[in-house]
């Protein structure tokens, strides 16, 4: 076999390898991004710079290493071979892993603000406790919830005290999360005037029209959503407690 026909049969492997390796990608991103990162989730919690680190291991460095290795009729190229895949499923399950631990479980308004909070988060905080609360009944996450401390005075000034000792927050304390839908009326007396949280933000003509789309302006409220990356902005409906737009403007992007 001459050398032109060898690297024929490199380049040819190494670039099967990408599109097989872009399938499976494909297939993990799609489930990430639909279901465990859907809408501004992703982009509040890191979402692109997982995604490249993905792309780094399995679109580049197992071809790169295929096309490095591979001859035909090399001794071992098999073992050689089996060692790049198994690296490659290694990678991913284990970027898998952390993405499915990382993955936002709610967006909890308390106090004011709503904050999105993550699997692992709670699962810090509430060593031994279920952390998975169908708290809305509609079997999807991320939920929108809402806490509040409880009405004993003396628990709730128990919980106060642990709250500016830096020990307790209820929004990570699933116990206290309730169906945002009861309290919609509470959240929508708490916002910002809409045209003063507009020029606040400082946001566009195409922004504003981005958040509303074709719900009504009257049933709006807008709020700013704190995340592990970037806090959007989101129009929650009042009449039916759903995110109907949302944006990201540049000079909420964090350091």
Do not use: C
């Not at 290795?69 to 690296?87: E, R, S």
């Not at 709670?122 to 996450?141: C, F, H, M, T, Y």
């Amino acid at each position: 076999m001459n050398i032109t026909s060898i690297a024929i049969n490199r380049y040819t492997a190494a670039f099967s390898h990408f599109l097989i390796s872009a399938l499976v990608l494909a297939a993990f991103l799609a489930v990430m991004r639909l279901v465990w990162y859907p809408d501004f989730y992703f982009t509040a919690n890191g979402g692109w710079e997982i995604i490249a680190i993905l792309i780094g291991v399995d679109l580049v460095i197992g071809p790169s290493l295929t096309l490095i290795v591979f001859k035909p009729g090399k001794p071992g190229l098999k073992l050689d071979m089996t060692a790049i895949v198994l690296l490659q499923i290694a990678a991913l399950l284990y970027g898998g892993s952390v993405i499915y631990k990382e993955r936002p479980l709610y967006m909890v308004y308390y106090s004011d603000t709503f904050e999105i909070v993550t699997a692992n988060e709670l699962a810090q905080l509430n060593p031994g406790k279920e952390i998975v609360k169908d708290v809305d009944g509609s079997g999807r996450w991320p939920q929108l919830v809402y806490a509040e401390l409880p009405a004993d005075k003396t628990l709730r000034a128990q919980l106060t005290q642990e709250v500016l000792e830096g020990k307790f927050r209820p929004p990570q304390r699933p116990e206290y999360y309730q169906a945002l839908t009861p309290h919609l009326q509470k959240v929508a007396g708490n916002a910002i005037d809409k045209q003063t949280y507009i020029d606040w933000k400082g946001l566009s003509t195409q922004e504003v029209e981005q958040l509303v789309g074709d719900a009504s302006m009257d049933m709006i409220v807008f709020y700013t959503v704190y995340g592990k990356r970037k806090d959007p902005i989101i129009a929650l409906d009042m009449s039916t407690g759903e995110v109907v737009g949302w944006v990201v403007p540049p000079d909420r992007e964090k350091k």
